[in-house]
């Protein structure tokens, strides 16, 4: 977690409500499995005309949630440049619902959360910050000083984002800010050129389309820290559906259908590690390097003291401490839950980003060279515009090389949808351990 999720204690007092609806029954767990989905549908599929599109992407309950994602918008859509539209347009919907773990309990409460997108600035010489660097109680972003109705995240750029992806200018950027039982959260969609290497490791080729990428709160920024969080856990199953308007409230075009053809939306994604094959994702194994007793998605099971720690290296099966190594990380949101790394040690440091804190990440490959296999998923899903059996094609003023025919900046919105993401260690990493803690971030 990083601060802008604030210390998120303001959540607890909300969020203690859902701890009393847990589900006692068993969550389809299964070893190792990660069959993500991916569904893209047109609301109006001929050619050439301005539509809405929506893309439903999910991880089925007992799956390993997902640890990477970038997804990929057709070449030859129709994307209007950021520039061409006001900020602060309304430009989509995204509705998610995450499974989180509570105040070291099982990870089975279902959050629902909804974000209007709006059109955002990328005037990198008109920044926010993520923080409340004026300490007014508030988070710089979320403010709205200038009184014109729309958020200073909207508004300005957020600063982060060039310590994320540095040298690279998206065409369009959407930003949401949503209060999530009183806490402030921030989700934008940057979209970018075909062919933009987002990152080595990740997809580049231009014949994919629009490579978009995600980024909720300032996870990933290399200056934030984690902080203790009571969401302690993000598992499966997930369920994410975003509506990219094809024309805006007041006429504005957004997106335009490509000509009559069939066209592929790509989607690459990666599944968190499970370094000991039990099922459990290094994320929300308190025993990473032990198969555990019992599965952490259902209350008490393995875990009798109803501590957080699973028995398979509970210390004391009787003793009910909340953080067995005091070191201010409560067991399940601490990535060495028996040995202290806290705010005043190293503080949930992971170099090789396995999930495991540095600490304690000295069996197997050792600290800097990550333990557990990424199970990898290539998603596609072909969409028809008319007959479908056409040639294909960008609309009539696109180019089809990207932007809509140039290369501005702007907002708008994407297709990928995740829940978080952050670079690390010259990869995407998404997801991590709660949707609003980093659990176990460096």
């Given amino acids: 977690m990083k601060p802008g999720l604030l210390p998120l204690w303001g959540l607890l007092t909300g969020l203690l409500a859902l701890v009393l609806v847990l589900a006692g029954a068993d969550s389809a767990h299964a070893k190792g499995t990660f069959n993500p989905t991916l569904k893209v549908t047109v609301a109006n599929p ?31 859509w129709g994307v ?19 499974t989180l773990g509570l105040v070291n309990g099982a990870c089975n409460t279902p959050l629902p959360v909804s974000f209007n997108m709006l059109n955002g600035s990328l005037d990198p010489s008109d920044t926010v910050s993520f923080l409340d660097a004026d300490e007014n109680g508030t988070q710089d972003f979320a403010e709205d000083k200038d009184a014109n109705d729309i958020p200073d995240a909207v508004d300005k750029l957020p600063d982060f984002i060039q310590r994320i992806v540095p040298d690279l200018v998206p065409i369009r950027r959407a930003a949401g800010v949503t209060s999530i039982a009183g806490v402030n959260v921030l989700l934008q969609f940057l979209v970018y050129e075909p062919g933009s290497v987002i ?6 080729d231009p014949e994919l389309g ?12 290399p200056e934030a820290d984690p902080v203790p969080s009571p969401i302690t856990d993000f598992c499966s199953p997930l369920e994410s559906v975003n509506t990219s308007l094809g024309t805006a409230e007041d006429g504005t075009v957004l997106f335009v259908n490509p000509q009559d053809g069939t066209y592929t939306f790509t989607t690459v994604t990666f599944g968190q590690r499970d370094t000991d094959d039990d099922g459990i994702q290094n994320s929300m194994d308190t025993c990473p390097f032990d198969a555990n007793v019992g599965d952490s998605t259902i209350p008490g099971d393995g875990d009798v003291d109803l501590d957080g720690l699973d028995a398979a290296c509970d210390p004391s099966d009787s003793d009910t401490k909340s953080d067995e190594d005091d070191d201010g990380y ?20 992971d170099a090789d980003t396995d999930s495991i804190g540095d600490e304690c990440d000295t069996a197997g490959n050792g600290p800097d060279t990550a333990d557990g296999e990424l199970a990898s998923a290539t998603l596609t899903a072909d969409v028809a515009i008319g ?28 297709l990928l949808i995740i829940i978080i993401v952050a670079v690390v260690a010259g990869v995407i990493v998404i997801g991590g351990g709660a949707a609003y803690a980093m659990r176990r971030r460096a």
């Fill in 46 to 76: 001929e050619p050439e005309v301005s539509s809405d599109f929506t893309t439903e992407f999910g991880v089925p309950a007992g799956d390993v949630n997902f640890a990477a994602l970038v997804g990929f918008i057709p070449k030859d």
């Fill in 80 to 98: 209007v440049p950021g520039s061409d539209l006001d900020i602060g347009l309304q430009v989509g919907v995204l509705s998610s619902t995450a």
């Fill in 199 to 204: 990152d080595a490791a990740l997809p580049s």
């Fill in 210 to 221: 629009y490579p978009s990428v995600t980024f909720l709160q300032n996870a990933g920024d």
């Fill in 330 to 349: 409560p067991n399940r949101g601490d990535n060495c839950p028996l040995i202290a790394n806290g705010e005043d040690g190293t503080n949930q440091a």
């Fill in 387 to 414: 007959t479908g059996d056409g040639p294909g094609g960008p609309p009539e003023g696109f180019g089809g090389d990207g932007g809509g025919g140039g290369d501005d900046d702007g907002g708008g919105s994407t």
